[in-house]
Every structure is written in C-alpha cells, then in structure tokens.
C-alpha cells in the first residue's frame, strides 16, 4: 500500500479525485476537437494533451476567487479548473457566438474571460509575461494578496518578454508564478537547439527569485511546489519560476506533422508516463478510485463532451457585420 | 488666462490627473527622482511618491507589457518611453496586443493606457532623437493616436487620454517642449479626441499639419498674407483616427491642399490625408494634392548641415506656400 | 516552359541561390528538419545541412539581429518569419539596424539580408495568422519591400532579393501558396527590384494591386470586359521604393483608378499610391481616387462568417470595378 | 614592493604601459570632451570616464587581427586600442565629414570602422548584442577561430535582446565575449531598481556558459578573466558572461545633472577607486613608471589631444546635400 501523498499535501480524497476529474475532462474535450477536425468540422486544434497534470496540479494551488490567470494556449486543464466548462470550450472550437473567450473571433486556445479571471491571451508567444507581471503589480498597489499564474512553453522562454517581464517582477518583488511548461519541443525544434541552460529554472537567479523544476507527470508534486511558491507570493515574497518537465503527445497542432521531427518509440515511451495513466493508478493505490468509479467518471465526461459538442455545433456564428464591432469603446452601448 | 509651455501643460494634465484619479501611475525610465529627462515628469515623484511615479528597467516592451496588465486589471498607466525612437522594442507590445486587447476579446476586456512618447528633430539627436515614428501606428484599428502643437491642446488632449478607455498614443514633440509657450483657461476643460482644429482661417489655400511644422505653417502664413494670398491652417491634432470631415471641409474651402510633416515624405501621414481628400472630394480641387516632408532617408543626422537639411523651416514652408497659392 | 506553384518558386530561389553562393543561408523557426511549417523550405536542409538551413530558438528579434551580424560579417542570410504577424518582435532590428546600418555608417557597412515572411488570410488563421503587415516597412528609407503576386514573380524577385546589397523585405501571401500556379521559364532569370508590371492591358479603368487581390481584380476584369469594359491592371510588385513612374502612367492610361489591397483601407499601401497620383497627375483623373481595402478593424477574425466579411474576393473586387468603369 | 601581476599574465612592461596609454588617453580625450561642450563648440559628449580600466584590460585581450569589435557608447577605451585615435574620435565629436564612424550622422560614441574591426552601433541600447551573435556564427560556419566581443551597460542587460542574442549563442557555442560594464546607474536609475540578482553575471547559467564577475577597475584582473574566456571560445567552447564591476564617475551625458539622484560623497569615494589612479600606482610600485616618465606620458598626450581638437575643429563639415547618399547601394559608384 502506497503512502497517502495528497493527505500529506493537505487535500482531501474528494479533491484529488476532482483534479483527477478536470485531467480527463481536458484530455476528452481535447479528444473530440481532434476527431471533429479530422471530421472537417472545426478548422483548427491546438493540444493539451501530455500536460494535463502539471496544468491542472498547478491550477489547483490557487485561490479562484482572487487569482488571475494569464495562461497559454495549451492551458485547458488550467482554465477548466477555473471554471471554464466543456460548453465554452467547444463554443471557441466551433467559433460561435457565444464563446466567452472571444467570441469566436480567436482560435481555440486563446483563453479569456472575465468571470474566470483569466485575461485574454494572443498567439504571439509570450507577450503574456508582462501583462501577468502587470496585474501583479496592480495588486500590490492596490494592497490586495492576489497572486498571478502566467505559463509558457519551453522555447517561449527564449522570447525577449520572457526576459523583460520576469526581471521586472523580481525588481519589483511581485506575485507572479512564471510557470514554463517545458514538453521537450518548440514544434520541431527540440529543446537541445532551444536552449543551453540545464533546466529553465536555471534562469530565476538572474532574476533574483527561486527557481524549481518539477515532474510535470505529477499532478501533486507539481501542486506542492506551486502551493508553496503562491504562500511566498502572497505573504510578499516575490516571485518563483517553476518549470513542470512533460511532453506534448500529440502534433504540435491540427496543421502539424509530428512524425517528420521525433520518433514513434520516443511519443511511445513518454505515453508511458502520462499524467492521466499515472495519476488514476495513484488514485486506485490510494484506494479512493476503482474501476467502476473510474468508469463512470468517465461516462459522466463523455456525456458533458458530447451535450458541449452538440450545443456549440449548432450555437448560432456571430454576424458577418458584427466583425466592425468592438475596435473601441462603443458609447451607446454604456 | 495663464500662458505656460508645452512641456509645462503635460507636466499639468499628469499632474491633475493624478490627483483626480488614484488609478493613475506613471511609468517609465528616469522618471521619478530625475524627473524625466526631459523633466516632463518633475515634482510628481515628490507629490505621489515612488510607487505612482515608478522608475523601470530599461527594458520598453516590459514598459508597455506591464502598462497593458495593470489596466486589465483596472489601472490607468501612463507609459513614458524616454524618446520616440525607443518605442520599438514595444511594437510588438502595442500593435499586437494594447490595439487587440478589447476586439479579441469581443468587449470582454479593454487596455486604457496611455504611452506618451517625446518626438522629432532639430535639437542635434541625430538619428535615434530625432525620429517621427507616429506614421507606424496609424493604420493598426484599435488605437489611437495623438500629437498636439499647442500648450492649450496639449493639456485637454492628454486629459482625454487618460480618461480614454482605449490605449492612446501620445506624441509631444520635443522642440515644442520649450520653444512653444500659450495660454490655457485656468478652469479644467478637456478636448476630444479625434477632433482637428482650424488654427488659422484662411481663403487661397489651406494647409494642414500638425506638431512643430504647424508652427512653421502659421509663420510661413503671416509672411505670405503680406503677398496677398490668405492660407487656411488646420492642426490634426489627432492622426488616427482622422477626422475625415474636417479634412474635406479645409480642403473643399480653397481647393488647393498642401500638407505637412517633419516625418520624410513617403508613407508618412500625408499620404492618407491626401487619399480621403482624392476620394472624397476630387472635383473641388484646382490644383494637385502636394505634401512637403522631410527626405526619404534613414533618418535624421547629426551633423549641422546635415540636420538643417532635413529639417523644415518656415522658409521652406512658406516657399511650397507660395508656389501653392501662386499655381 | 514548366507549371510550378507560388510555394514552390518560394523554394526553387532558396535552393538555386544556395548552390550559387556558399554564403547564402536560411535561419528561422522551423526551418530545418520539419521544412518549414508551409514547407518553403523542403528539402534544403537534407541537401545544404543543419548549418545552412539552421532551426533557430523561438525569438524574432535574434533571428533578425543575427542575420544582421552575419551579413555584416559578409554572409548572405536569409530570415524566415514564421508568420508574418510574429514579425513584430523584431521591428527594432529592421527599423533601428537593418535599415539604418549603411546610412549611419557612411556606407562603410551594409546590410545584405532577405526576411521572408508569409502574410495575409483567408486560411482560418484568425487574428494572429493571418495579418497584412507591409504598410508599417514602407515609410522607412533603407529598407525594400517586395510582395509578389504570382510564381514567376517570386521567382525572379527572391533571387534578387538575396543578391541585393541592401535589406530586402520578402512578403508572401499564404493563400498563394498552393492557389495559385504559373508558368516560369526553364532558364535562369532575375526581375529587378521596384518595378511594377502591368498584368492585364485595358483603357477603362485602371487597377492597382498586389499579393491575391491582384488575381481577384484579373478575375473580375474578366466578368467586367463581359459588360464591354476593359480594364488595365498593375502589379505594384515591389511596395518600397514604389515604381512611381510606372504608377503614373497606368493612372494617366484610364483616368480612373481602384487601389486594392487585403490590409486594412486606412493607412495601408493604398493611402501612398493614391497620393502619388493626386499629386502628378489630378488633371488627368476623371473619377476620384478609389480604394477598396479591407474594414478598419484590428485585423482578421476566425469566425468563418466573420472571415469572409473582412476578406475581399472577386465579388466584392467586382463591383468596385464596375462601379468606377460606370461612374 | 608588491608582486609583479603583469609579467605572471604574460604581459611585457611595455604591454602594461600600453595600457596605461590607452587608458589615459581616453580619459583626456574624453575630458577635452567636455570643456568643447561646456564652450559651446560641441553639441554632445558622453563619456567613458571612470570604465577606462575595464575597457582596455578587455580590449588588450583581443587579437586586433582577427577579432571584433561590437561596443557600446562608453567604450573609447576599447575603441583606442584597437586603433581609433583622437583625431578620429575629435573628427566624429564635431561631426565632420572625415569621422570614420558615421561621416558626421551619429552623435559621438556610435562607434564603427570597419579598418578597426568595429562594427557600426546605433542608440537603441542592446540591438548590438545579437549582431555580435550573428559575426560569431558566420566566422564559425567559415572555420575561422575569430572571436567577438560585446558590451552593453547594466540596464541593458535587461533589454529582450540580451537575452535573446545570449541564448543564441549558448545554443551554438558560438565564440562571443558578452562584457558587461556595470557602473550602478542606467542615467538615475540605480542598479537595485534595475535588477534583482546578486551580478549580473548570474544570469550566464540561463544560457549554459559561464559568467564571471571581475573588477572593473583592475585591469589586469579584467585582462585575466577575458583572455582566459577568449581561449575557451577560440577553440570552441563557446561564450562567456562577464560583468566589469565599475563606476560612472561623470554624469551619464553632457545633458545629464547626476546631482539629483546621487550624492556627491558616493562619487567622491568612487574616485579614490578610478582604475588610472590605481593602475598608476601600481605601474610605480612594480617599478616601470614615475614620476618624470609619467608626466611625459601626459604631455604627449595632451598634444595628441590638442592636435586632434585642432584638426577636427577646422575639417569641413560633409555637405548638405550628403543628407540624400549612402541610403541605398549606389550603383554608379561602385
Ligand atoms: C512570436 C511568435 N513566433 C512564432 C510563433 C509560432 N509558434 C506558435 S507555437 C510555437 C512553438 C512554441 O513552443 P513552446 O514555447 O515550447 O510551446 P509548446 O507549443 O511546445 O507548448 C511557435 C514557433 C508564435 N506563435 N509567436
Ligand atoms: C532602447 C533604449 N531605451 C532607452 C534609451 C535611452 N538611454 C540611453 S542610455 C540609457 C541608460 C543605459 O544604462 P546602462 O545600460 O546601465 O549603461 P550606462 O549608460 O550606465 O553605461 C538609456 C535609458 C536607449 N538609448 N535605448
Ligand atoms: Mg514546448
Ligand atoms: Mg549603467
């Protein structure tokens, strides 16, 4: 019998077994939005398959009701963790009106929302690094303990606002966790030509703030690490750099070609170590899951998956003229 | 009703506004103990203390980056980028995110920030003190962007963009700073942006510019009123969006336009002013749209020959006046 | 003379100029092993090595300031830009360096380097993949911009591109790609450098275009010549230094002119074009100066039914044709 | 009498007298500045004062026959030993048509000559760091055993393309020096409002290479550290991060007033520290200078200096109509 770590963490069974539950729910709405691209459905996926663990173990150290999130786009295990349902989801994928994240003008991945405290992101990697360090400091003047989450990939972290924002937070002593989502690729260029350093975390001392790398496969260590990070952040601390080590499963995206860059036995090996196959066996060791509960938490999903996909397919678009909306503050409508 | 200079209404308007407005900060390099080199920012480190008054990094796209996720999250940053020509390493900051925040977030979100940047040449800078980069951001939907000539508009427009729930550019142009002095009413008033203003009424032929060569144009213009030729000058004040109707109404008036900027001729903004008056009011025009601009060349040197040459002047302003109302 | 597509001339000129010159060499994201993410750069990696088909680290402005180095050094680079929206991390490297580097040194250094990147919509690329970006290079002196419209163009124009001794911005419209083919004779051949071309010869109203609005305006010139109008279409081809000259005659042929472009109307390529020809030839003109460009707002949603009311086609090109052949 | 540091670096006497040449003359060159300022008869001066000791122990560790030269503003130091003289430097302080750096187009301190090896330089600080990232690469892809170097100030190393050109070239070992000459302020800004790590040499573990922190007002000690980096990058081990520990002993420029943001007393201690006070000492104590042959030094200085300022005052401007050349290759004048 293995020894209890997530009682030793402080969370109970029921939480583990939600973490559990938003890993799958990601990785099963990430699922579907692969089968309706391949179905000529949706135009385009970009993953979060692989990472589930370290996004949702991460997200699960904050306090929803005061946090903010400036996440990537690989990040549904993290949005969803803050609320974001398997409805909004496939209201993105679909690029329907009622998207929350955009309104259908973004591709999927493009979170925001406000209800969620997620600002909205772009797809020009990174640039998300100083917003994040921006709403940290807006915190602080205003005297507030909320902490910020900003994530990014591995080769990310090689773009100047890396750079800029993470020094400007450690200067400034700021509430942000700068979480690296290092999965060993920047489309197809490997780690080995992205960067030099041992471990992005290598980089925090520039920066004079900890830096920590962890298992990314791992929801609860990555939780630990996150947690303690966030009590440093919020009693004024500074910053912390972690970087979750993991693997991206999947192409880099619906329009990518894996095979031309990395191994079959490679993809093979690290699905071996999928947070989703570890943590479930983690679960059922503890004793707090079993096949038929696993089963029909499953079944619970795929019936979430399929009442969001049914819905979104058949949402209304947004108006051809609605594009000229929204440039900039629209009086009337105040 | 007081006259004071141009850096001395932006100085006044940061000021007011940060005492009407405990979300208003400002941000940038050199800004708090040393003022500002330009000492834009002098007395407000002593007036609202460090924090409001916040010394970065040298780092711009940080500058701006940072600006964007303090007004997400409710703020009102005001962004000093030391001189125009700095403001590059944050294009990427501005273009791709301040212009997008609210359209890709369909309203959800917005990014009222304001970035003032010092411009423009004739004070030995060279090429990187000198630059007009304000043509860059004119053509991203999403932004706005100003550049005042007068004290008076200086102050009501800097106001608004503060107030502005969108992210406003603010270019001042740095031979006005002192060279340029005006009245303002000592009772709060604010201008609108997108708004140009006629600066001198006039029947031969209408000019229109904005910033330093403004200034050139109302001198050129009181000179060429001694040959008998009167010139009507309108200030943009706001280059983007421009305020299309008020072109069309300056260049219908004489039917003769003349625009000018210090930026170098192609691709500056004189080639969308010409464009609206083309396509909007062609057949009222007597002679051909001319715009008089700085040469196309890299920039703006340093040596005193060089920089008189590329510099205008309210000689050569008023020489393509002339030629104008003499066609 | 053999059928080949817009990407394929893209990768013809990289391999050609490769074998030509051992100092020509590509650098991007992507680049290598993969081909490039729109495979413009197949196969050169397995035939020139990982050294001069380098995949570099995710960072624009390096790859840009690189290339800057190693052309200072004497290397002929050619940068990719994975999409031409992510371009603008290293505005500061074009802007400040590459374009400036031979006039701030007297001509004592120079910057030979090529940065290609491919631009524009129409493939569900959303706000961030699919932006028109030219206009923000063609008010800097020092820089060249090049956008082709069809293989052969590409063909001619890349290489001298990479022969030429000054920066040369490469852009390529992405819904070419694989649309749009073309003939290109089995010799070697080069098209220089800021000339235009006239695509189609007519006498009732002239088009000014580039990228795929160019095919979308051959089209509808098509549909119109069926209503007894004939229409002349230019190919501006090069977007900086414009071929003035070449402008003003196709403007002088009809009297009446349409500039189109995908990028946004206000400030796009269309504003410089248009100016040009209000202030050579007004008299000439028998309709205003038209532009049709895509709306003013932030850049391209994804929402298929949002993406086709910002995408031109020839429809829309179409009626503006006819619209100006009829006024 | 104290050890002989020099002769155990390899260095002859007349080597380390060199120095002390260079790095007087820059200091004199460098003052005359000044006064031609503070007269009125040049617009613009910012100084070297108070990095000389830094600048030429670098610069002496390159080889003037194969290496090359990336600076930034501050370096006449580096610029003299590698071969630009006073009249050089006066020519371009009165932006006259003879300044081999720019013809007269750029303030002073905008460095470059391609007979010096010298890369041409701009203002936008830092944009010369990936530039000497890309002579680094090309010289290796031609096998040459060439080596870069590069300075850039403390606040600069904050700016993105630090951290991108760092990367870079930890990624392919390429030969580059990155030399930082940390003088505590970027213009008022002190170096705690500027970075948060211990040196900024901590931030070379990010990029897999070493960094080194020296004493910039020890040249010899700064000759040490880089010529031991030189040889590792010379036979392919890549870049070194060093950071010269140092002071600005002047105001950051002719437009500055440093007296708003630090005290006089602090510049007046630094001042005991100056490197050509120190190195001065030491040449004496180790027996190779004094008194006389000093002052002759100095003598023959200032006439270099005075001969300079006379030339350069009275050398023709570049004409007006110049304003229009050199944007584009010029094809007849090839
Ligand atoms: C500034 C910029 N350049 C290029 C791209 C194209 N691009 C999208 S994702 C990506 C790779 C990102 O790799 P990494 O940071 O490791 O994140 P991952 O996708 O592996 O999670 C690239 C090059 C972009 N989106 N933004
Ligand atoms: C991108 C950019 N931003 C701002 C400036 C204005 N500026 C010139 S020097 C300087 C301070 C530089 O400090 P540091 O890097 O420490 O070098 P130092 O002058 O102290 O040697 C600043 C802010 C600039 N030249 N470039
Ligand atoms: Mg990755
Ligand atoms: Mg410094």
């Given at each position: 019998?293995?020894?209890?770590?997530?009682?030793?963490?402080?969370?109970?069974?029921?939480?583990?077994?939600?973490?559990?539950?938003?890993?799958?729910?990601?990785?099963?709405?990430?699922?579907?939005?692969?089968?309706?691209?391949?179905?000529?459905?949706?135009?385009?996926?970009?993953?979060c398959?692989?990472q589930e663990g370290a996004q949702v173990g991460a997200a699960f150290a904050f306090?929803?009701?005061?946090d903010w999130l400036c996440p990537y786009y690989r990040d549904m295990g993290v949005v969803?963790t803050f609320?974001?349902?398997?409805?909004?989801?496939?209201?993105?994928?679909?690029?329907?009106?009622?998207?929350?994240?955009?309104?259908?003008?973004?591709?999927?991945?493009?979170f925001?929302?406000?209800?969620?405290?997620i600002l909205?992101g772009?797809?020009?990697v990174t640039?998300q690094v100083?917003h994040a360090v921006?709403?940290a400091?807006?915190?602080?003047?205003?005297?507030?303990?909320?902490v910020v989450y900003v994530s990014f990939g591995d080769?990310s972290s090689?773009?100047?606002?890396f750079?800029?924002g993470a020094?400007?937070a450690?200067?400034?002593?700021?509430p942000v966790i700068f979480f690296c989502e290092n999965n060993?690729?920047?489309?197809?260029?490997?780690?080995?030509?992205?960067?030099?350093?041992?471990s992005i975390a290598?980089r925090a001392?520039?920066?004079?703030f900890p830096g920590i790398s962890v298992d990314g496969?791992?929801p609860?260590e990555v939780y630990r690490v996150v947690k303690e990070a966030i009590?440093?952040a919020?009693?004024?601390?500074?910053p912390t750099l972690i970087e979750a080590v993991t693997?991206?499963?999947?192409?880099?995206?619906?329009?990518?070609?894996?095979?031309?860059?990395?191994?079959?036995?490679?993809?093979?090996?690290?699905?071996?170590?999928?947070?989703?196959?570890?943590?479930?066996?983690?679960?059922?060791?503890?004793?707090?899951?079993?096949?038929?509960?696993?089963?029909?938490?499953?079944?619970?999903?795929?019936?979430?998956?399929?009442?969001?996909?049914?819905?979104?397919?058949?949402?209304?678009?947004?108006?051809?003229?609605?594009?000229?909306?929204?440039?900039?503050?629209?009086?009337?409508?105040? | 009703?007081?006259?004071?200079?141009?850096?001395?209404?932006?100085?006044?308007?940061?000021?007011?506004?940060?005492?009407?407005?405990?979300?208003?900060?400002?941000?940038?390099?050199?800004?708090?103990?040393?003022?500002?080199?330009?000492?834009?920012?002098?007395?407000?480190?002593?007036?609202?203390?460090?924090?409001?008054?916040?010394?970065?990094?040298?780092?711009?796209?940080?500058?701006?980056?940072?600006?964007?996720?303090?007004?997400?999250?409710?703020?009102?940053?005001?962004?000093?980028?030391?001189?125009?020509?700095?403001?590059?390493?944050?294009?990427?900051?501005?273009?791709?995110?301040?212009?997008?925040?609210?359209?890709?977030?369909?309203?959800?979100?917005?990014?009222?920030?304001?970035?003032?940047?010092?411009?423009?040449?004739?004070?030995?800078?060279?090429?990187?003190?000198?630059?007009?980069?304000?043509?860059?951001?004119?053509?991203?939907?999403?932004?706005?962007?100003?550049?005042?000539?007068?004290?008076?508009?200086?102050?009501?427009?800097?106001?608004?963009?503060?107030?502005?729930?969108?992210?406003?550019?603010?270019?001042?142009?740095?031979?006005?700073?002192?060279?340029?002095?005006?009245?303002?009413?000592?009772?709060?008033?604010?201008?609108?942006?997108?708004?140009?203003?006629?600066?001198?009424?006039?029947?031969?032929?209408?000019?229109?510019?904005?910033?330093?060569?403004?200034?050139?144009?109302?001198?050129?213009?009181?000179?060429?009123?001694?040959?008998?030729?009167?010139?009507?000058?309108?200030?943009?004040?706001?280059?983007?969006?421009?305020?299309?109707?008020?072109?069309?109404?300056?260049?219908?008036?004489?039917?003769?336009?003349?625009?000018?900027?210090?930026?170098?001729?192609?691709?500056?903004?004189?080639?969308?002013?010409?464009?609206?008056?083309?396509?909007?009011?062609?057949?009222?025009?007597?002679?051909?749209?001319?715009?008089?601009?700085?040469?196309?060349?890299?920039?703006?040197?340093?040596?005193?020959?060089?920089?008189?040459?590329?510099?205008?002047?309210?000689?050569?302003?008023?020489?393509?006046?002339?030629?104008?109302?003499?066609?």
């Amino acid at each position: 019998m293995v020894e209890n770590k997530h009682q030793a963490l402080g969370l109970t069974d029921k939480q583990v077994l939600d973490m559990y539950y938003y890993m799958a729910l990601a990785r099963k709405v990430d699922e579907r939005m692969w089968l309706l691209n391949r179905a000529g459905k949706i135009p385009f996926v970009i993953s979060c398959q692989g990472q589930e663990g370290a996004q949702v173990g991460a997200a699960f150290a904050f306090d929803k009701t005061k946090d903010w999130l400036c996440p990537y786009y690989r990040d549904m295990g993290v949005v969803a963790t803050f609320g974001m349902t398997a409805r909004d989801l496939m209201l993105s994928a679909f690029a329907k009106a009622e998207d929350p994240n955009s309104g259908g003008r973004q591709m999927p991945g493009h979170f925001g929302g406000k209800k969620y405290r997620i600002l909205s992101g772009s797809s020009p990697v990174t640039t998300q690094v100083p917003h994040a360090v921006g709403m940290a400091l807006a915190g602080k003047m205003e005297g507030k303990d909320s902490v910020v989450y900003v994530s990014f990939g591995d080769g990310s972290s090689n773009q100047g606002d890396f750079h800029e924002g993470a020094n400007f937070a450690g200067v400034h002593k700021l509430p942000v966790i700068f979480f690296c989502e290092n999965n060993k690729y920047a489309i197809s260029v490997p780690l080995s030509k992205q960067v030099a350093c041992g471990s992005i975390a290598d980089r925090a001392i520039g920066y004079g703030f900890p830096g920590i790398s962890v298992d990314g496969n791992d929801p609860l260590e990555v939780y630990r690490v996150v947690k303690e990070a966030i009590e440093r952040a919020r009693k004024g601390a500074g910053p912390t750099l972690i970087e979750a080590v993991t693997y991206r499963l999947v192409p880099h995206s619906s329009d990518d070609d894996d095979r031309s860059y990395r191994s079959r036995e490679e993809v093979e090996q690290a699905r071996k170590k999928d947070s989703l196959v570890l943590f479930s066996a983690y679960l059922k060791e503890v004793g707090i899951l079993d096949e038929d509960s696993e089963k029909s938490l499953f079944e619970q999903i795929q019936e979430e998956v399929d009442e969001a996909t049914e819905y979104a397919e058949h949402a209304p678009y947004p108006t051809p003229e609605s594009t000229q909306t929204k440039v900039y503050e629209e009086k009337e409508s105040l | 009703m007081p006259v004071i200079s141009y850096i001395e209404a932006v100085t006044t308007a940061l000021k007011e506004e940060m005492q009407r407005d405990k979300r208003v900060f400002v941000l940038g390099e050199d800004v708090g103990v040393r003022g500002g080199v330009f000492r834009a920012t002098a007395g407000l480190y002593e007036e609202f203390g460090e924090q409001r008054v916040m010394d970065t990094p040298l780092a711009e796209s940080a500058i701006v980056g940072v600006a964007i996720g303090a007004a997400a999250y409710g703020m009102r940053p005001i962004a000093e980028i030391q001189f125009a020509d700095f403001i590059m390493p944050a294009v990427n900051q501005i273009l791709s995110e301040a212009a997008k925040m609210r359209y890709r977030s369909n309203g959800d979100w917005n990014c009222p920030i304001v970035i003032r940047a010092p411009y423009g040449g004739g004070v030995h800078g060279a090429l990187y003190h000198s630059q007009s980069v304000e043509a860059l951001f004119c053509s991203t939907p999403g932004l706005k962007v100003v550049a005042p000539s007068t004290p008076y508009d200086v102050l009501g427009l800097l106001k608004s963009a503060i107030r502005d729930e969108d992210p406003v550019l603010f270019f001042e142009h740095k031979r006005c700073y002192r060279l340029i002095k005006g009245e303002v009413p000592n009772k709060e008033y604010t201008i609108p942006i997108g708004k140009a203003d006629v600066k001198r009424v006039g029947d031969d032929i209408t000019v229109i510019s904005y910033g330093i060569t403004l200034h050139f144009a109302l001198q050129a213009a009181e000179k060429l009123a001694q040959d008998g030729y009167s010139a009507h000058v309108l200030d943009l004040r706001t280059l983007y969006p421009l305020d299309k109707e008020a072109i069309v109404e300056a260049a219908r008036k004489t039917g003769k336009v003349l625009i000018i900027h210090e930026d170098n001729k192609t691709g500056g903004l004189g080639a969308e002013v010409s464009a609206i008056i083309a396509e909007e009011c062609l057949f009222e025009l007597d002679a051909p749209i001319k715009r008089l601009g700085g040469p196309d060349v890299p920039a703006m040197p340093y040596s005193p020959p060089m920089e008189k040459f590329f510099m205008l002047n309210p000689d050569k302003v008023y020489a393509a006046m002339k030629e104008l109302a003499e066609f």
